[in-house]
């Protein structure tokens, strides 16, 4: 990858992270709201350790889950993502032992839940929860299909943020300080009027200053 | 050549068509009552491919074997008996549906599920390759894959288990990906209706779904001896496969093609459940 190009997709990548990772925690939050749930949330499969993480939680556990982890072997979360096939249960505290097990990966023990495997192409990337969703009716397959709609645009998102991920990766380990560089046009690029213009040339400035000195001054 | 070795797509020059026998007296009617009135499934074998199931649970009673599989050293599958029953409460659940509807069918535990993401495909074509050497009856498979690399292996399993007269019933998937192995034509793939009686099933005049069975707010056995409400193509799946096993309880001799042929003809919409 030339320099040019490398800086291009550096700019690119600067701040997409946070960028998906609204976009994800927007997918959660609406669907915690059109199911009228008590919480909802995106775990990220971590190939590397094979273990599930809290990408967004939106209701209950939204200050604490966010970045805990579990084994995929576990529960329901981790058949869910490897038999590729949704669920939803009802009265899951009937039982303590799957009661225990599922507050593992909800942080309280739900009345019933709703989970769906996020599918990108062959990649099954995480699944999407909803917890305790209203109990006056019976669980239609509207519902479901609503479900699977919501799965696949978090799917999406999480796609994005793992690309952003890897490409901040591999850009930060072979340029060193690219983030910076990049975090540093992408602040200019925010800048209005004066302070933009003041901004470019602090930065010609210092480009200028760096060349000469690269070429031995 | 003998007569047991010719080869099965030939039939011998000047052989009339009247003098091949079928093996079931076919009646002008297939009814429900035909084809599985007074079944309980007895004698019949069905394999639940899952996370292991709960003996003794008492929606789910006698579990004739159960086996675990898990992968060695250079990822080979390694079958051996499993100890620890149902790690997750999905394959008790599945087997408790085919009790349901077949009492005194013979129901063995693969269980696949459980050991985490990570070599979960080659464990599920490990354990599928040796329910289909085993010649179960019907295998229950409330699950699929995305992976491109396994389609091609799990396309041969599944026509193997065809010929072979193991019926492999698997849940098809609602969501916008490629799955497998549901989508083959060798398998009887099933989604969920919301009607709530155990033996009403669709025939879907639009593949490549096949059947709609029960699948919305099943009550089903789980872990610890416990009973929840659950809803899912995972659920709707092992009605069709109990359904199978009260046919072929009856009618042994049936092929997967005049099985599926039967399914037809009996389904609510074809023959208004009669």
């Known amino acids: ?217 | 050549m003998s007569q047991d070795i010719r080869p099965a797509w030939s039939l011998p020059a000047g052989k009339p068509a009247d003098r091949i026998v079928l093996p079931v007296e076919w009646p002008v009617q297939v009814t429900r009552e035909w084809a599985w009135g007074e079944s309980t499934g007895k004698g019949v074998s069905v394999c639940i491919l899952d996370s292991g199931v709960d003996a003794g649970h008492e929606l789910v009673g006698e579990v004739s074997k159960a086996v675990a599989v898990s992968l060695d050293a250079d990822g080979q599958p390694v079958i051996e008996e499993d100890t620890e029953g149902d790690l997750c409460g999905h394959g008790t659940a599945c087997a408790g549906v085919v009790r349901s509807l077949a009492p005194e069918c013979d129901i063995v535990s693969v269980r696949v599920l459980g050991a985490g993401f990570t070599g979960s495909g080659d464990i599920l074509l490990g354990g599928l390759k040796w329910a289909v050497e085993q010649g179960f009856d019907v295998i229950n498979m409330s699950l699929s894959t995305t992976k491109r690399q396994f389609a091609g292996i799990l396309h041969e399993l599944t026509d193997a288990a065809y010929f072979r007269r193991t019926v492999l019933v698997a849940s098809a998937h609602n969501m916008p990906v490629e799955s497998y192995p549901w989508k083959f034509s060798s398998v009887i793939s099933v989604a969920s209706h919301e009607d709530s009686d155990p033996f009403t099933f669709f025939y879907n005049p639009d593949p490549p779904v096949e059947f709609f069975a029960r699948g919305v707010d099943v009550e089903v056995a789980w872990v610890g001896g416990s009973k929840i409400r659950c809803t899912g193509n995972s659920f709707a799946t092992p009605h069709m496969s109990g359904v199978c096993a009260l046919i072929l309880s009856k009618h042994p001799e049936l092929t997967p093609f005049q099985l599926k042929s039967v399914l037809h003809l009996t389904s609510t919409n074809v023959a208004g459940g009669e």
Not at chain 1, 91 to 97: G, I, K, L, S, Y
């Open chain 1, 1 to 217: 990858m030339s320099d040019d190009l490398r800086a291009a997709v550096a700019a690119g990548v600067a701040g997409s992270e946070a960028g998906y990772r609204s976009l994800l925690q927007s997918t959660v939050e609406v669907a915690r709201a059109i199911f009228g749930a008590k919480a909802s949330s995106v775990f990220l499969l971590d190939e590397e350790t094979d273990e599930l993480v809290f990408e967004a939680v939106a209701g209950e556990g939204a200050d604490t889950l966010v970045g805990q982890r579990f084994p995929s072997s576990q529960g329901v979360a981790g058949w869910v993502l490897v038999t590729r096939q949704p669920i939803v249960i009802e009265n899951v505290n009937e039982d303590p032992r799957f009661a225990k097990e599922v507050a593992e990966s909800t942080g309280y023990v739900p009345q019933g839940l709703m989970a769906v495997p996020l599918l990108h192409e062959e990649q099954a990337l995480g699944v999407l929860e909803v917890l305790d969703r209203p109990q006056r009716t019976q669980f239609s397959l509207v519902e479901m299909d609503l479900l699977g709609l919501f799965a696949n645009q978090a799917a999406i998102a999480l796609d994005l943020l793992r690309r952003a991920r890897k490409a901040e990766a591999v850009l930060g380990s072979t340029v060193e300080g690219a983030g910076i560089v990049a975090q540093l046009a992408a602040t200019v690029e925010s800048l209005e009027d004066e302070r933009r213009v003041a901004g470019l040339k602090l930065l010609a400035a210092l480009e200028e200053v760096l060349r000469h000195d690269e070429g031995g001054y």
